[in-house]
């Protein structure tokens, strides 16, 4: 068999191109000049989850580009590496390993989704790069086997907490006896809150009567929603991510539930209003991490609102948190020496973020911040209690 | 048959020079740690591409279930790597086997359908086998399978591949291989003629999923974890991408798709808003400029340089 | 509420979410009868004609009724336009780089999209009134019974112009055998890209419609739209326009039972499940005609 000519040149043309523009990107390499402080940032800025990630990567920028124009860090100023993980955990370790080996970051933020940071910590570990998820909220992100792991860090509460908090509330706040769960399936965040809302209000006297589940784009739910409809509990909680909680919250009003509703941070975003509507909102509770009328957030919403002109939802607010804790220890640990910046992490305390103060717990490396509780009326979100962290 | 031994001989060689050359490149570190990953990338996804060539190319069967196959491999392995620490390689074949088991339980009853409606009917299958695998707790649901060790290393995938490419090309060239050239042909002349089609299907299905399986172990110690998210049809769709790029019935051009989809996605890594963009707009170009794909059904085998190198006024 | 409201609720559910199904499956099912292309990019044109749809709602303040027209005009017009560039020059090529090349065209369509309209859904404004019919103890909303009642009439209308007049005619005989056609005097090409322009003009119909019922357009919502749509038209018998509303409607109600009275999570496995269930029995569909290919 002979092998055509034509299509020998248009292959060795295709992967020369390819060779070529692998070896320019690969030569690239090579971490902190005089002038520049290379960041890596691994998000998901395509596939399903782009609007998380966009949003927090969108909220990190927008710390970056503050601390650049006060003339950045002792007068080097911050390279910001963006990476795609594609929406999936095996393209998230693909995306670190690029930012790592290629591009010579030595500190990464990101990516939105838990599963996604999960994958990268390895990477993270094995490099010795320390990362700092904004928004990953499941206590296995940072620990294992009960011992921090030592290059990942976070800058957000954890699930046990805000399940606590809102399984508290529904059963001394609302005096809720029963309860529904709705899951979405195919997110850890949602199955790991899932589990402790139930612990925790089944052990304040409550029950947990039904749980069901959805997937996520999911557009029609009204069939589980029939389901639970019939189980007539004094709360439904939902802990999932606003897309699909302004479908839910829409279908459940339309076919007649009345029961209120509960949900953790995914909720925090304006679209959640624009897609259920006010009316259906009302009656519905959830926590999240900051509330937008307190004072100490209102530099960073107005900031935000300059950059990009419109409201930031949850992510971006927590990807700009992740943004102000690493430029704080990059400043304090005077670069970006693996050691010493793993140290000024653990000793991060009361910096003020843009969604309140944080100070790292050095044991676990998580957060311990404050959380608030949010009932929504008419469309507007009103503050309905604010839990302040132990210790 | 002597003149083929040697070839393969040759090939063989060839192939081992190859995997020295890389391997140097890796061990001393010149390529950088995203490229060597990529390296990997490439060399499982030449095995995916090879044996679901295996099913469309040479079979004609059209097959959109791919990933599922590979999925029930990956998922195998990390059950015997993480939760029983077998050894790496019982662990691939325990996955290949029940790759191919799962590949011949669903070849059976839908290769009697054909065209379109195999192909929908095989994508519902690949979709089924990763909506079951997320309700299973035992290997993590949604969430994935964490913990898994990082067994996957460059040997490992290249003299798998290797021997991945050395028995399709033997299966295709044997006479199994020519029943199923003949089903691709036409169906029912080829069952006129006595050749058993529907057992001849089910082989190159089992076959094909089998290796599917074994890519799927080596996947997915290559990650840490695995994640149902991996494995949607979508991604069936980039296997059977680089399949019909390289040329559908091409063991060359399986290599070649391969080759040129991961390292399009790798080379626009650093440009993630416009990777997807600038991807779709060479696929059509693509097959705009060559419908039968870069090979079509040529091969490059060592004669075909061996008149290129000498004969080259008489090409 | 006992079990028979609550199967009966689901019913109505099943028959809302398949009509969606149904109305997007009816395009898909066009393109395919005419050219035997499973066009992978339907589901995309869909989200594209969402979009339009949306921002002449909130940027030009039309109403629905114009907004609605606009989008199927223009989405018509970028379906013609699709197939001119992309599967035109493909006519004589293996089928499958023509399948390949749908591929292509709705990664492009897709992230198109996210670049110029980023991938944070939009919602569309409360441009219908949404009244909600208490039917004793089931409810019904009127967006429902107006998507119910569109797929009905175009499912209608598209019979009529396929089975009655004359371009209906040039489209059967285009499918049957495209050469002979044009031999016969039928411009094929034209017949064929007709059939894009009016398959995509359904898509933007759909994606309208959907948009405004669920209130929320991204640029990946039509993948698994598109899936559901196809694995509708197979159901029914590809290609043939009763079947494709039947083959959604099942589709629908089943994933609703599925999802009311097993779980949900396995709503999407019992739609491919009955998919093949069925092909098993009947290779080419509910509706279609069992052909012996001949050597």
């Known amino acids: 068999m002979k092998f055509g000519k034509k299509s020998l040149k248009l292959m060795s043309a295709v992967v020369g191109a390819l060779m070529v523009g692998g070896l320019l990107a690969g030569c690239g390499a090579g971490g902190d000049n005089d002038k520049e402080i290379k960041v890596g940032a691994n998000f998901e800025l395509t596939g399903n989850q782009a609007n998380y990630g966009t949003a927090a990567r969108d909220g990190l920028k927008l710390a970056i580009k503050e601390c650049n124009d006060a003339g950045g860090i002792d007068g080097k100023k911050i390279t910001l590496v963006e990476a795609d993980s594609k929406s999936e955990p095996s393209e998230a370790v693909n995306a670190a390993t690029k930012l790592i080996s290629d591009d010579g970051v030595k500190v990464m933020v990101g990516p939105a989704v838990t599963a996604n940071v999960m994958a990268e910590s390895q990477v993270a570990t094995d490099n010795k790069v320390p990362i700092i998820a904004p928004c990953a909220t499941s206590p296995d992100v940072t620990v294992e086997n009960g011992k921090a792991k030592p290059f990942v860090f976070r800058s957000c509460f954890i699930d046990p907490q805000q399940g606590e908090v809102m399984a508290q509330f529904a059963s001394k706040e609302l005096k809720a006896k029963t309860a529904v769960l709705y899951l979405d399936s195919s997110s850890d965040y949602s199955k790991s809150l899932g589990k402790v809302f139930k612990e925790k209000f089944e052990a304040a006297g409550g029950k947990v009567v039904m749980e069901e589940a959805f997937l996520a784009k999911d557009q029609d739910f009204k069939a589980a929603l029939t389901k639970i409809k019939t189980a007539n509990a004094d709360v439904v909680f939902i802990p999932a991510y606003y897309e699909e909680v302004g479908k839910i919250v829409k279908q459940a009003r339309e076919l007649g539930i009345q029961s209120k509703l509960l949900g953790t941070d995914g909720w925090d975003d304006p679209k959640v209003v624009d897609i259920a509507g006010a009316d259906a909102l009302n009656n519905t509770f959830f926590s999240t991490h900051y509330f937008e009328k307190d004072e100490e957030v209102q530099g960073f919403i107005k900031a935000y609102k300059e950059e990009y002109g419109k409201d930031p939802n949850v992510f971006a607010a927590l990807g700009y948190d992740a943004g102000k804790m690493m430029i704080d220890a990059i400043k304090r640990a005077g670069g970006t020496d693996p050691e010493k910046l793993v140290k000024a992490l653990e000793e991060t305390k009361d910096l003020q973020v843009g969604t309140g103060k944080i100070t790292m717990d050095a044991a676990t490396h998580n957060p311990i911040k404050s959380a608030v509780i949010l009932e929504m009326q008419n469309g507007v979100k009103a503050l309905k209690a604010k839990i302040q962290p132990e210790g | 048959m002597k003149y083929l031994r040697k070839n393969d001989l040759i090939m063989l060689a060839f192939s081992l020079v190859l995997f020295a050359v890389l391997q140097v490149l890796i061990s001393e570190r010149i390529l950088s740690a995203f490229w060597q990953l990529n390296v990997l990338i490439v060399g499982i996804n030449i095995i995916m591409a090879v044996s679901l060539n295996l099913i469309n190319g040479y079979t004609g069967q059209f097959s959109l279930g791919h990933a599922g196959f590979m999925a029930v491999g990956a998922y195998t392995a990390v059950i015997c790597t993480a939760n029983f620490h077998l050894p790496f390689i019982v662990a691939l074949l325990a996955g290949a086997a029940a790759a191919g088991f799962i590949g011949f339980l669903i070849g059976l009853p839908t290769l009697r359908l054909q065209g379109d409606y195999l192909a929908i009917a095989t994508l519902g299958l690949g979709e089924i086998v990763r909506i079951v695998i997320m309700n299973i707790d035992y290997v993590g649901g949604a969430a994935g399978f964490k913990g898994i060790p990082h067994n996957t290393n460059f040997a490992w995938v290249f003299f798998i591949m290797l021997f991945a490419l050395f028995f399709i090309k033997n299966f295709v060239n044997s006479n199994h291989g020519r029943a199923c050239l003949a089903i691709r042909e036409n169906e029912i002349a080829a069952e006129a003629m006595g050749v058993n089609t529907t057992k001849y299907k089910v082989m190159a299905f089992t076959i094909g999923a089998a290796f599917a399986g074994i890519a799927g172990g080596l996947f997915a110690h290559c990650f840490y974890i695995i994640n149902p998210m991996s494995f949607t049809f979508m991604q069936s769709f980039n296997y059977l991408i680089m399949v019909v790029l390289g040329g559908l019935g091409s063991i060359t051009g399986s290599i070649a798709g391969a080759f040129v989809v991961t390292f399009i996605s790798a080379a626009l890594a650093s440009w993630p808003e416009f990777r997807m963009i600038i991807y779709a707009l060479a696929l059509i170009a693509l097959m705009m400029k060559r419908p039968q794909g870069l090979f079509g059904y040529m091969e490059i085998t060592n004669a075909s340089i061996f008149d290129k190198i000498f004969r080259r006024g008489r090409v | ?295």
Do not use: W
Request: hydrophobic share 55%; glycine share 10%.
């Open chain 3, 1 to 295: 509420m006992d079990f028979t409201h609550q199967l009966v609720q689901q019913l109505i559910n099943g028959i809302s979410l398949g009509s969606i199904y149904a109305l997007i499956a009816l395009g898909y099912t066009m393109i395919y009868g005419i050219i035997k292309l499973i066009n992978f990019a339907h589901g995309d044109v869909y989200m594209v004609g969402a979009y339009i749809g949306f921002f002449a709602i909130t940027q030009a303040g039309l109403g629905v009724v114009p907004a609605l027209l606009i989008s199927m005009v223009t989405t018509g017009i970028l379906g013609m336009v699709i197939e001119k560039l992309a599967y035109k020059p493909l006519r004589h090529a293996p089928r499958i780089s023509v399948l390949i090349t749908a591929i292509g065209v709705s990664f492009f369509l897709e992230y198109t999209s996210m670049y110029f309209v980023t991938p944070t859904p939009r919602t569309f404004p409360a441009v219908l009134d949404n009244v909600a019919f208490n039917v004793g103890p089931f409810v019904v909303n009127g967006q429902q019974l107006m998507i119910f009642a569109v797929t009905i009439l175009l499912m209608v209308i598209l019979t009529y112009i396929v089975q009655r007049t004359k371009t209906g005619k040039a489209m059967r005989a285009a499918s049957y055998d495209t050469e002979t056609a044009q031999l016969m005097g039928i411009d094929s090409d034209r017949v064929i890209s007709f059939t894009f322009g009016i398959g995509s003009a359904l898509a933007a119909a759909a994606g309208v419609l959907v948009g405004i019922y669920y209130n929320s357009i991204d640029p990946l919502m039509g993948i698994m739209p598109g899936v559901k749509a196809f694995v509708a038209a197979v159901l029914g018998g590809i290609g043939i326009l009763p079947g494709a509303v039947v083959g959604g409607l099942i589709l629908g109600v089943v994933e609703a039972l599925v999802a009311g009275f097993v779980s949900s999570t396995f709503r999407d496995a019992a739609a491919f499940a009955i998919l093949i269930l069925v092909l098993l029995f009947k290779p080419t569909g509910i509706f279609g005609k069992n052909t012996r290919e001949k050597v």
